[in-house]
T-cell receptor, first 114, second 113 residues
Framework: DAGVIQSPRHEVTEMGQEVTLRCKPI?????LFWYRQTMMRGLELLIY????????DSGMPEDRFSAKMPNASFSTLKIQPSEPRDSAVYFC????????????FGSGTRLTVV | GQQLNQSPQSMFIQEGEDVSMNCTSS?????WLWYKQDPGEGPVLLIA?????ELTSNGRLTAQFGITRKDSFLNISASIPSDVGIYFC?????????????FGKGTKLSVKP
């Protein structure tokens, strides 16, 4: 299995532009998570899905952030408009079922908003 | 909400030395996990602990689930340069929301050859 696949690996964009991050979870995994990592705040859970349905989006910082999972093999995290404080590494992770332990993380997308 | 306090924040050690880091929580967890993050990569699961008091080894790594279920430690014996990275503890509860994987802020390990 190729693991959790994220794209792009790096994204540099100007303030105000729309940014879309992509994730392909491990095949057969029912849960998908989006995390944000910064030096100040560490790893923060933004949103997670179960069977493509958003379950908890309480970690999404504000309305500029949105996430979708149109099918079991693809999810997007969109920021519109982007701001410099959104600069961070964004991780996607998946897990096979409720009660299983530990998540498998992707390699992340390093976002820089200038 | 639940928070994990992980210490130390960073460590600079000589190759061959042993390393110890720990994590404490104000509330209990059903599972403790330890992850390692290499530069430019996502965290990778090292060890999972399922029962209070459990002591688990994985090669040179040893981790324990505290008896109170509010703490855990990770030891690395005879460190080598490839141990460099950031180590995260994480607490997990099941039976409820799968969103309950709470991460510590990490311990950054540097190993001098």
């Amino acid at each position: 299995d190729a693991g959790v696949i994220q794209s792009p690996r790096h994204e540099v964009t100007e303030m105000g532009q729309e940014v879309t991050l992509r994730c392909k979870p491990i095949s057969g995994h029912d849960y998908l998570f989006w995390y944000r990592q910064t030096m100040m705040r560490g790893l923060e859970l933004l949103i997670y899905f179960n069977n493509n349905v958003p379950i908890d989006d309480s970690g999404m910082p504000e309305d500029r952030f949105s996430a979708k999972m149109p099918n079991a093999s693809f999810s997007t995290l969109k920021i519109q408009p982007s701001e410099p404080r959104d600069s961070a590494v964004y991780f996607c992770a998946s897990i096979i079922r409720q009660g299983a332990f530990g998540y498998t993380f992707g390699s992340g997308t390093r976002l820089t908003v200038v | 909400g639940q928070q994990l306090n992980q210490s130390p924040q960073s460590m600079f050690i000589q190759e061959g030395e042993d390393v110890s880091m720990n994590c404490t929580s104000s509330s209990i967890f059903n599972t403790w996990l330890w992850y390692k993050q290499d530069p430019g990569e996502g965290p990778v699961l090292l060890i999972a602990l399922y029962k209070a008091g459990e002591l688990t080894s994985n090669g040179r790594l040893t981790a324990q689930f505290g008896i109170t279920r509010k703490d855990s430690f990770l030891n690395i014996s005879a460190s080598i340069p490839s141990d460099v990275g950031i180590y995260f503890c994480a607490g997990q509860n099941y039976g409820g929301s799968q969103g309950n994987l709470i991460f510590g802020k990490g311990t950054k390990l540097s190993v001098k050859p």
